[in-house]
């Protein structure tokens, strides 16, 4: 019988050791007695994260921890956004991520998230599609300030730079072409047209002027960022020889997963912030073992509240991940495996390079000294320090050991 195999991510769950907290992590910290009962009858090790520039993106580290190598690929994290919403994406198209935000009177920006607004019908109504330059932009709202554009037409370039900046107080930088190709020069062009005319639309859309009056930022621009298209890539069955499955209520991860050609399956109440439904999400993706030999199981808010430097917080949300994990223990003929895609590090409320902790349990597994799940004793598992695109390698060499 072929071992099956239970991926269990935690976004951004790496850290370090935390001055409030006694110079613990708050996986060190947390209580975790099912997740160190994993770590005491399987084994632990380290991940060094992929990346490119400066610190770890989601998408990389994801793309990168199913194996497959984000340099040959370069797919923009636009088209993950934009197929995590359902967006029926053509290769030819261009996909952002956008994020409603607000400017002042001299288009200055003032909030980069525009309070957090979620799009209405209203003021989406002159904007949700937009013909410039013959070429079609379409705007797909996700949760809350966030949304996918999609620009679709014949001769569009993606090397063009981001229309995003962090930076308050000054305007948002116009989008410029990466190279001197007339396709990039001719699409940066037409995009600052577009976000031109999506400014001047929502000028005095009513949501807006509403807001103005209750005292709230309007969202009257959208920052654009992540400019991709969509490429062939093997898909995971292919590369691996496994069926597989995605749990995740985060459009990112979800996009990721249909690149790659997995299930991608709906937990009601299952959602990409602390409130999420995981009673539920577990359940489920314990239940896709029947069908699939791989699921991928995403939990994201480990990472939203590192950013929000809430050590307490995590520590706390770890622990009622824990409290979900007691029906693994009856799991046969399955590998598990929980890591994180990256490290937030609570202190520095950023991405950053630190080895990740990971725990495998199960099928395969040469058991180890490690009786605790944390950064601390993962370091000395028996798993070593793996580089992050020789996961799969190893999941496949331990899932697969004793059948071969
Ligand atoms: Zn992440
Ligand atoms: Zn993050």
């Given at each position: 019988?072929?071992?099956k195999?239970?991926?269990?991510?935690?976004?951004?769950?790496?850290?370090?050791?935390?001055?409030?907290?006694?110079?613990?992590?708050?996986?060190?910290?947390?209580?975790?007695?099912?997740?160190?009962?994993?770590?005491?009858?399987?084994?632990?090790?380290?991940?060094?994260?992929?990346?490119r520039?400066?610190?770890?993106t989601s998408?990389?580290?994801?793309?990168?921890?199913?194996?497959?190598?984000?340099?040959?690929?370069?797919?923009?994290?636009g088209?993950?956004?934009?197929?995590g919403?359902?967006v029926?994406?053509?290769?030819?198209?261009?996909?952002?991520?956008?994020?409603?935000?607000?400017?002042?009177n001299?288009?200055s920006?003032?909030?980069?998230?525009?309070?957090?607004?979620s799009?209405?019908?209203?003021?989406?109504?002159?904007?949700?599609?937009?013909?410039?330059?013959?070429?079609?932009?379409?705007?797909?709202?996700?949760?809350?300030?966030r949304?996918?554009?999609v620009?679709?037409?014949?001769?569009?370039?993606?090397?063009?730079?981001?229309?995003?900046?962090?930076?308050?107080?000054?305007p948002?930088?116009?989008?410029?072409?990466?190279?001197?190709?007339?396709e990039?020069?001719?699409?940066?062009?037409?995009?600052?047209?577009?976000?031109?005319?999506?400014?001047?639309?929502?000028?005095?859309?009513?949501?807006?002027?509403?807001?103005?009056?209750?005292?709230?930022p309007?969202?009257?621009?959208?920052?654009?960022?992540?400019?991709?298209q969509?490429?062939?890539?093997?898909?995971f069955?292919?590369?691996?020889?496994?069926?597989?499955?995605?749990?995740?209520?985060?459009?990112?991860?979800?996009?990721?997963?249909k690149?790659?050609g997995?299930?991608?399956?709906?937990?009601?109440?299952?959602?990409?912030?602390?409130?999420?439904n995981?009673?539920?999400k577990?359940?489920?993706?314990?239940?896709?073992?029947?069908?699939?030999?791989?699921?991928?199981?995403?939990?994201?808010?480990?990472?939203?509240?590192?950013?929000?430097?809430?050590?307490?917080?995590?520590?706390?949300?770890?622990?009622?991940?824990?409290?979900?994990?007691?029906?693994?223990?009856?799991?046969?003929?399955?590998?598990?495996?929980?890591?994180?895609?990256?490290?937030?590090?609570?202190?520095?409320?950023?991405?950053?390079?630190?080895?990740?902790?990971?725990?495998?349990?199960?099928?395969?597994?040469?058991?180890?000294?490690?009786?605790?799940?944390?950064?601390?004793?993962?370091?000395?598992?028996?798993?070593?320090?793996?580089?992050?695109?020789r996961?799969?390698?190893?999941?496949?060499?331990?899932?697969?050991?004793?059948?071969?």
């Open positions: 019988m072929r071992n195999v239970l991926l269990i991510i935690l976004d951004g769950l790496g850290d370090l050791p935390n001055s409030a907290m006694s110079g613990r992590t708050p996986l060190e910290e947390a209580a975790t007695p099912f997740m160190d009962r994993l770590a005491r009858e399987g084994a632990t090790g380290t991940i060094d994260p992929y990346r520039g400066l610190f770890p998408e990389d580290t994801h793309f990168s921890l199913f194996g497959y190598r984000v340099e040959e690929y370069q797919i923009g994290r088209v993950f956004e934009a197929l919403l359902g029926d994406l053509k290769e030819q198209d261009l996909a952002w991520r956008g994020n409603w935000a607000t400017l002042d001299s288009g920006l003032v909030d980069r998230r525009a309070g957090r607004i799009a209405s019908e209203e003021l989406l109504a002159d904007i949700k599609e937009l013909t410039v330059d013959g070429i079609k932009f379409e705007i797909h709202p996700g949760t809350d300030h949304m996918a554009i620009a679709r037409g014949s001769g569009l370039s993606r090397n063009l730079s981001d229309g995003y900046r962090r930076q308050v107080g000054v948002p930088p116009l989008v410029t072409p990466l190279d001197k190709t007339e990039s020069v001719a699409t940066a062009r037409t995009v600052n047209r577009y976000l031109e005319k999506v400014q001047a639309l929502l000028k005095d859309n009513p949501a807006n002027r509403k807001r103005m009056a209750d005292n709230l309007p969202a009257n621009y959208i920052l654009i960022r992540g400019a991709g969509l490429k062939k890539v093997p898909a069955s292919e590369k691996w020889g496994r069926s597989a499955a995605c749990v995740a209520g985060g459009h990112l991860y979800r996009g990721v997963a690149l790659l997995m299930q991608i399956v709906n937990v009601p109440g299952a959602n990409a912030g602390v409130k999420t995981l009673a539920g577990l359940k489920t993706s314990l239940g896709l073992l029947e069908d699939n030999d791989f699921v991928f199981c995403h939990i994201k808010a480990t990472d939203n509240l590192s950013h929000d430097r809430n050590c307490w917080g995590k520590a706390e949300f770890l622990s009622r991940i824990d409290h979900y994990l007691n029906d693994i223990f009856d799991l046969q003929n399955c590998l598990v495996v929980i890591t994180g895609d990256h490290s937030t590090p609570c202190e520095s409320g950023e991405h950053s390079n630190d080895p990740i902790p990971m725990l495998a349990w199960g099928a395969g597994v040469v058991k180890d000294q490690v009786s605790r799940f944390g950064e601390i004793f993962c370091r000395e598992g028996g798993l070593g320090k793996l580089e992050q695109v996961l799969m390698e190893k999941i496949a060499k331990m899932a697969d050991g004793s059948t071969k």
